[in-house]
Protein backbone atom coordinates (compact mmCIF):
# COMPACT_ATOMS: atom_id res chain seq x y z
CA UNK A 1 0.00 0.00 0.00
CA UNK A 2 1.52 3.53 -0.69
CA UNK A 3 1.83 6.10 1.38
CA UNK A 4 -0.22 8.83 -0.59
CA UNK A 5 -2.64 8.24 -2.98
CA UNK A 6 -5.66 10.58 -4.46
CA UNK A 7 -7.91 7.78 -2.85
CA UNK A 8 -8.17 5.92 -0.22
CA UNK A 9 -7.91 1.81 -0.05
CA UNK A 10 -10.95 0.57 1.37
CA UNK A 11 -11.18 0.54 5.03
CA UNK A 12 -10.99 -3.49 5.56
CA UNK A 13 -7.57 -2.81 4.25
CA UNK A 14 -6.50 0.13 6.03
CA UNK A 15 -7.55 -1.73 9.26
CA UNK A 16 -5.42 -4.60 8.38
CA UNK A 17 -1.89 -2.25 8.80
CA UNK A 18 -0.40 -3.34 12.14
CA UNK A 19 -0.58 -0.50 14.01
CA UNK A 20 -4.62 -0.46 12.73
CA UNK A 21 -4.71 -4.33 14.22
CA UNK A 22 -2.85 -3.13 17.63
CA UNK A 23 -5.26 -0.48 18.10
CA UNK A 24 -8.23 -3.10 17.21
CA UNK A 25 -6.51 -5.45 20.01
CA UNK A 26 -6.54 -2.41 22.67
CA UNK A 27 -10.01 -1.13 21.72
CA UNK A 28 -12.03 -3.33 19.90
CA UNK A 29 -12.68 -3.63 16.07
CA UNK A 30 -15.68 -2.09 16.07
CA UNK A 31 -15.11 1.13 17.84
CA UNK A 32 -11.59 1.52 15.64
CA UNK A 33 -14.16 0.92 12.25
CA UNK A 34 -16.20 3.43 13.29
CA UNK A 35 -13.71 5.96 14.46
CA UNK A 36 -11.79 5.39 11.36
CA UNK A 37 -15.07 5.88 9.47
CA UNK A 38 -15.19 8.97 11.68
CA UNK A 39 -11.64 9.89 10.12
CA UNK A 40 -12.24 9.27 6.32
CA UNK A 41 -15.11 11.39 6.36
CA UNK A 42 -13.27 14.40 7.73
CA UNK A 43 -10.82 13.97 4.99
CA UNK A 44 -13.64 13.49 2.86
CA UNK A 45 -15.49 16.71 3.72
CA UNK A 46 -11.74 18.88 3.22
CA UNK A 47 -12.23 21.17 0.23
CA UNK A 48 -10.04 20.68 -1.80
CA UNK A 49 -9.25 17.25 -1.02
CA UNK A 50 -5.92 16.50 -0.37
CA UNK A 51 -3.78 13.02 -1.36
CA UNK A 52 -4.99 10.50 0.94
CA UNK A 53 -1.48 9.67 3.24
CA UNK A 54 -2.11 6.24 5.12
CA UNK A 55 0.51 7.36 7.78
CA UNK A 56 -1.26 10.73 8.79
CA UNK A 57 -5.06 8.70 8.75
CA UNK A 58 -3.38 6.05 11.16
CA UNK A 59 -2.19 8.96 13.43
CA UNK A 60 -5.27 10.61 13.35
CA UNK A 61 -7.31 7.22 14.24
CA UNK A 62 -4.29 6.57 16.97
CA UNK A 63 -5.13 10.00 18.57
CA UNK A 64 -8.96 9.77 17.80
CA UNK A 65 -9.22 6.65 21.00
CA UNK A 66 -12.05 4.67 20.10
CA UNK A 67 -15.02 4.26 22.37
CA UNK A 68 -16.10 1.40 23.59
CA UNK A 69 -19.85 0.52 22.95
CA UNK A 70 -21.05 -0.15 26.61
CA UNK A 71 -24.25 -2.16 25.44
CA UNK A 72 -24.17 -5.97 26.53
CA UNK A 73 -23.63 -8.80 23.42
CA UNK A 74 -26.99 -10.53 22.05
CA UNK A 75 -25.02 -13.60 23.87
CA UNK A 76 -24.36 -12.11 27.08
CA UNK A 77 -27.72 -10.35 27.70
CA UNK A 78 -30.70 -12.85 29.37
Known amino acids: MTATAHRPPALDKLLDSE ?20 ELERWRSQSPQ ?3 DVSVFEAAC ?17
Open 19 to 38: LMQALALQHGRVPLRDAARA
Open 62 to 78: SARPPRRRNRPCARCST
Open 50 to 52: PPF
